[in-house]
């Protein structure tokens, strides 16, 4: 019997897992709804379910909806994608306990992750460098608990345990701010997360963002695929990422790969996984583990020629793999630019009709994407339309091909932050590869660029 599966998501995730499991010969179900009737994958799909009105909480979040369809269309598996229900460890328990296996890794990883302080003890555990700070409950006494952070030492950063992604958080300058950022803090978690948890962390002023990426196999085996660089972002929104990461320490590099292993093997990681770290001064300190696929994940597999989908499918549904750290080769550099349907300057999103587009193509340049000519993109979600990849030998060459592969590209009907990238390729500090987290906002788009 050939496995079937149920895409649990949208837009050009969605239509990434379809390709993926028409080459493992898996049939897919898609569930959309109804504000989406018009996505291009629908058309790829075996089958289709709508599972509500355009409203997320009322179908992509739907878990009854999902698992509905998923009973009505007998499948092996649920395929969460990224966003929605992919890093919700209730989802995946239900998912189990109704009988279809969750694409990922179980619910007590999902979960364990998800809280921030257990991921980070988890990480320290297995000799990953974590940001110093305080991860015990803080103390009833402000006398006691001003003491902790002048040992940890100013400026520092609260952080919501139920956080992440750069939710619930705040920098604290000096002990007059403490108490009542931390009271803030706090009142934010539980209003926002149902969870008032905080635990603290020395501020890391000026940081690259740079991730591992893993996967593993469920049974203690598990392989990296090297780093991506993902410092180029707008609140939190990543916008040009690349594989592998340029100027780090080999040192470093080399005893944070040797730990992130050893943390999947012990957790007995299943899938795909990205380990996120703050580098700063040739130091990785670990922030967060993401239980799922990312966005950026095809930079990685244009360096590697790893297809991270497949293995995700192929590991969940027990089919044949080979994990081997040896077999991954890495292969010059890969860079992807997130086309969205926002307004380059002020950022606004801009749903609407796109009327007329062309796709960039050639040696070396990848497309992701669910959008064509005359489709309207709703307002309902997020603004990714298209994933621009290049890859070449050089980071160099990488950056020419994508300013050609954009120069190539266009689209008429809506505004998008094409225009926004290619000032970002031309800019000194970008090609020079001297970009921190900061450096966008703080000084790309404070200059007039
Ligand atoms: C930090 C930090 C500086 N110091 N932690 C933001 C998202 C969440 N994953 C962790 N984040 C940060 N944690 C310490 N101790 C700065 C950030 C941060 C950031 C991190 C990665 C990518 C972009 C960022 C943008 C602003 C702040």
Redesign the pocket.
């Known amino acids: 019997m050939p496995f079937k599966v149920l895409i649990a998501n949208r837009g050009e995730i969605a239509l990434r897992a379809i390709r993926a499991c028409k080459e493992l010969n898996i049939s897919t179900v898609s569930v959309y709804s109804e504000g989406d009737k018009d996505l291009k994958h629908l058309k790829f799909s075996d089958e289709t379910v709508c599972i509500g009105p355009a409203s997320p909480l009322e179908s992509y979040l739907n878990t009854p909806a999902i698992l509905s369809a998923a009973e009505l269309t007998q499948v092996d598996g649920i395929y969460p994608g990224y966003g929605f229900l992919a890093e919700d460890s209730n989802f995946a328990e239900m998912c189990e306990k109704s009988g279809f296996k969750f694409i990922g890794p179980n619910s007590e990883t999902i979960k364990n992750m998800g809280d921030k302080i257990t991921a980070k003890t988890l990480a320290e555990e297995s000799g990953i460098q974590i940001?110093p700070?305080y991860k015990e409950d803080i103390p009833e006494d402000p006398e006691e608990f001003k003491k902790i952070v002048k040992n940890i030492g100013y400026p520092?950063?609260i952080?919501a345990t139920a956080g992440?992604?750069?939710r619930g958080?705040r920098?604290v300058e000096s002990e007059d701010d403490l108490i009542s950022s931390a009271e803030i803090t706090m009142q934010e978690a539980k209003n926002a997360f149902g969870n008032e948890k905080i635990y603290l962390?020395?501020?890391?002023?000026n940081?690259r963002?740079i991730e591992i990426q893993v996967v593993g196999d469920g049974k203690g085996h598990a392989i990296h695929l090297g780093t991506r660089d993902?410092?180029m972002?707008r609140r939190?929104q990543k916008i040009i990422e690349e594989a592998p990461a340029k100027n780090i320490d080999q040192d470093a590099l080399d005893q944070t790969y040797e730990a992130s292993i050893k943390l999947c093997k012990k957790l007995k990681y299943e899938g795909a996984g990205t380990i996120?770290f703050?580098y700063e001064n040739a130091e990785f300190?670990f922030?967060?583990m993401n239980t799922r696929i990312q966005v950026e994940h095809p930079v990685t597999e244009m360096i590697t020629g790893f297809d991270i989908v497949k293995a995700q499918l192929r590991i969940a549904l027990g089919m044949e793999i080979t994990l081997q750290q040896e077999s991954i080769n890495f292969n010059g550099h890969a860079m992807e630019c997130r086309i969205n349907a926002e307004d380059p300057e002020t950022f606004q999103p801009s749903p609407g009709k796109i009327t007329k587009m062309h796709i960039p193509g050639g040696f070396g340049i990848r497309y992701d994407s669910h959008i064509y000519g005359g489709y309207t993109v709703p307002p309902y979600y997020d603004s990714l339309l298209a994933k621009i990849i290049t890859q070449a030998n050089s980071r160099n060459s990488a950056i020419k091909r994508m300013i050609s592969a954009l120069d190539e590209f266009f689209i008429d009907g809506i505004k998008t932050n094409h225009s926004l990238h290619q000032r970002i390729l031309h800019d000194k500090t970008f090609v020079d590869n001297k970009h921190t987290?900061?450096y966008l906002e703080n000084e790309f788009l404070k200059d007039g660029n």
Do not use: A, R, W
């Open positions: 940001v700070g520092i950063m952080k992440g992604g750069g958080m920098v962390e020395k501020f890391i002023p940081p963002h993902c410092s972002q939190h996120e703050l300190y922030i967060e987290i900061n």
